[in-house]
C-alpha cells in the first residue's frame, strides 16, 4: 500500500513538473544560428532553398543563417520552424517570427536560456550520417495589445494600418494622412514594440469623404438588379426543363435522331450557364464602384502597410467569387430537379467532377479537407457559415507564405476584428443571391448546416416541369408586420389633421339649409310654372355646400 502511494506521489509530480514546463515554453521561439565554422555542411544544404525562394544570396548570407524553432504543445517539444526570410535572431527578426507563429503576441523578450536542438534538414536531401545540433536562445512572445478603437462622429469613418516593421509615431502620421486627405482627426497606437516608442498599427478617425467611394446605386436599381438576379436564371431552367422532357421522352422511344438533336440545344444552353449566372452576380459589384488600389504584398522587412478596410475589401472580392460557385450548385441542383434526375442519369454527370455546365474543381482537390480533413459534407455543406473561412483561405488574398494576407486563417496577428465583419457580409450577400428563395426567407443562414434547409426548400421550388416563386413571395408576417407599423401612424396623422382643420380657416364641408326664390327675367316667353303655383314659390333645398367657419 506505501509503495503503490509512493508511486501515485511520484506519478503526480512528474505530471505537474511536465504542465509546469508546457506552461514554461508556450509561446516560446527558439532561435539558433548556424555558419561556416560549426555547420559548413548544413550551410551549403541551406543555399538552394533560400535561392528557391527568391531570397537574394551573398557571401556574407552563406556565413551564417537562423534555425528557427516554436513550442508545440500537442508534442511538448520544440518544433521547427519555417524562417528562409530572416538573417539573424535580432529581437526585431524574432517579434516577427513571433507574429507568424502565435496568435495575437507583438514582440519578443529574451529569456536567457539555450536549448540545444537538432538540425532541421529535408529527409529527401539530408547527407547521410548528418544528426548536428544548435544552440538555440530562447524567447518569450509577448501578448498583442491592439490600439484602442476612437469613437467615430457620425460622418466620418475609420481605418487600422497594420506592418511587420516597428514604427515610430511620425513615421505613421504620414501614411494615415495619405489614407484620409488630410491630418485625421482622432489616432491610437497599439502592437508597441517592447518598451520603444515604437508600434505595429495605428486606428484613425477622418471627417473626410471617402475617397475610394465613386458611385452608388439607388433603391431602383437594387430592385431591378434583385428581379434580374431570379428571372435570368429562371428562363434558363425552364429551357432546361422543356429540352430535359424532350430528351427524356426520345430516350423512351429510342429516337437517336431527336436525342442528338436535344443534346446538342442542351450543350449550347449548357455553355451559357456560368455567364448567366456571373452575370447575375456581376450587377451586385456594379452597385457600387469604388477606386482600386494597386499596393506591393506586405514583406516582413519592407516598409508597406495593409489596410483595414483594404483587407475587408478583398475579403468582398473572395465571397463574391464564391457566390459564383455557390450559384453553381445551386443551379445544377434545380436542373435535378426539374428533370427528376433523370437528365444527369442520361448525360452521366450525376457523379464525378462534371455537372452538365461545367468543371467541379472541389470533387478532385477539396480546399475544405486541406485545412478541416473531418469535413464530411456534400457539395453544398462546404458553403455553410461555419465552412467560410476554410473556403476563402483557400482562396488566398496574396502569397499563403505572408500571414498578413491570411487573417482569415489559423494565425490572424491583423485585423481579426474583422471575423464579425466578414461573416455579417457573407450571409447577407448569399441572402440576396440563392436563386428562387427571397431574403427574408433565409434568416437561417448563421445557423450550422443551413443548406440542407435549403435544399429541402428546393425539392418544394422545383419539381418536373414546374417552378414554383412561393418563396419569392413575401410572408404574410412581413404584411402583419408592415400593418402593425402603418396603423399607429395613420392614427397619429388623423388626429394631428383634426386639431389642425379645428382650430385653422380651413374651408370645410358642412350641411346647411338653403331657401331658393323662382327666377323671372321678362325675358322668358312664358313662365315654365304658373304663378298661382305656390307651393313652388319658396323652394326649400337642404345642400352640401362649402362654407367658411
Known amino acids: 500500500m506505501r509503495r503503490a502511494l509512493v508511486g501515485l506521489l511520484a506519478a503526480l509530480l512528474l505530471l505537474s513538473g511536465y504542465s509546469l514546463t508546457a506552461k514554461t515554453y508556450e509561446k516560446v521561439i527558439a532561435c539558433g544560428m548556424l555558419d561556416n565554422s560549426t555547420h559548413p555542411s548544413i550551410i551549403s544544404y541551406m543555399t538552394p532553398y533560400l535561392t528557391a525562394f527568391g531570397i537574394p544570396i551573398s ?39 513571433c507574429r507568424g507563429h502565435y496568435d495575437n503576441v507583438s514582440y519578443a523578450v529574451d529569456l536567457n536560456e539555450t536549448k540545444t536542438l537538432p538540425v532541421y534538414i529535408p529527409w529527401f536531401d539530408k547527407p547521410a550520417n548528418v544528426n548536428e545540433t544548435v544552440e538555440a536562445r530562447l524567447f518569450k512572445c509577448q501578448d498583442y495589445i491592439p490600439a484602442k478603437e476612437p469613437i467615430v462622429p457620425k460622418g466620418s469613418w475609420s481605418d487600422k494600418l497594420s506592418t511587420w516593421s516597428c514604427r515610430g509615431k511620425g513615421d505613421w502620421l504620414k501614411p494615415a494622412e495619405d489614407e484620409c486627405g488630410q491630418k485625421p482627426t482622432d489616432i491610437s497606437y497599439g502592437g508597441q514594440c517592447r518598451d520603444l516608442d515604437k508600434y505595429l498599427e495605428i486606428v484613425f478617425v477622418c471627417d473626410q469623404p471617402k475617397s475610394r467611394t465613386i458611385f452608388e446605386a439607388d433603391t431602383g436599381f437594387l430592385q431591378s438588379r434583385e428581379d434580374y438576379f431570379h428571372n435570368s436564371q429562371f428562363a434558363t431552367l425552364q429551357r432546361f426543363a422543356e429540352i430535359s422532357e424532350k430528351l427524356l421522352e426520345a430516350h423512351s422511344k429510342n429516337e437517336s435522331d431527336s436525342i ?72 445544377h441542383l434545380a436542373v435535378v430537379l ?12 450525376s457523379s464525378g467532377s462534371w455537372t452538365i455546365y461545367g468543371y467541379r474543381q472541389h470533387r478532385v482537390r477539396d480546399p475544405i479537407k486541406w485545412f478541416n480533413p473531418d469535413f464530411s459534407g456534400d457539395d453544398l455543406a462546404r458553403y ?31 485585423f481579426f476584428e474583422l471575423k464579425d465583419r466578414v461573416v455579417d457580409y457573407y450571409v447577407e450577400y448569399m441572402k440576396n443571391h440563392t436563386l428562387g428563395i427571397a431574403p427574408e426567407h433565409l434568416d437561417f443562414l448563421r445557423e450550422p448546416d443551413a443548406h440542407a434547409r435549403i435544399a429541402e426548400m428546393y425539392e418544394e421550388i422545383f419539381n418536373p416541369g ?22 399607429p401612424i395613420l392614427f397619429i396623422i388623423s388626429i394631428l389633421g383634426y386639431f389642425y382643420v379645428r382650430h385653422c380657416d380651413i374651408p370645410r364641408v358642412g350641411d346647411h339649409s338653403v331657401q331658393f326664390k323662382r327666377l323671372y327675367t321678362g325675358h322668358d316667353e312664358k313662365q315654365l310654372v304658373p304663378e298661382d303655383a305656390s307651393s313652388m314659390d319658396n323652394c326649400d333645398f337642404r345642400i352640401l355646400v362649402a362654407s367658411q367657419v
Open 59 to 97: 557571401n556574407a548570407d552563406l556565413v551564417a543563417h537562423p534555425q528557427v524553432f516554436k513550442w508545440s504543445t500537442n508534442r511538448s517539444n520544440f518544433t521547427y520552424a519555417r524562417s528562409i526570410d530572416y538573417k539573424d535572431c535580432g529581437l526585431e527578426s524574432v517579434g516577427q517570427l
Open 260 to 331: 442528338r438533336a436535344h443534346r446538342r440545344e442542351l450543350d449550347g444552353i449548357s455553355s451559357t450557364v456560368l455567364d448567366i449566372v456571373r452575370n447575375a452576380h456581376s450587377l451586385a459589384e456594379l452597385s457600387t464602384v469604388e477606386r482600386k488600389e494597386e499596393r506591393a504584398l506586405l514583406l516582413h522587412d519592407s516598409d508597406t502597410y495593409d489596410s483595414r478596410e483594404l483587407m475587408f475589401a478583398r475579403a468582398k472580392v473572395s465571397i463574391r467569387d464564391l457566390g459564383v460557385r455557390r450559384s453553381m450548385e445551386l443551379f
Open 338 to 349: 426539374l428533370s427528376n434526375g433523370s437528365l444527369d442519369d442520361k448525360l452521366g454527370s
Open 384 to 414: 455553410n457559415v461555419e465552412n467560410l473561412f476554410y473556403m476563402m483561405r483557400y482562396k488566398k488574398f496574396g502569397d499563403p507564405r505572408f500571414v498578413s494576407h491570411s487573417f482569415l486563417g489559423t494565425k490572424m496577428p491583423f
Open 466 to 487: 414546374l417552378i414554383d416563386r412561393k418563396y419569392l413571395e413575401k410572408s404574410s408576417s412581413s404584411y402583419v408586420f408592415y400593418l402593425l407599423a402603418i396603423i
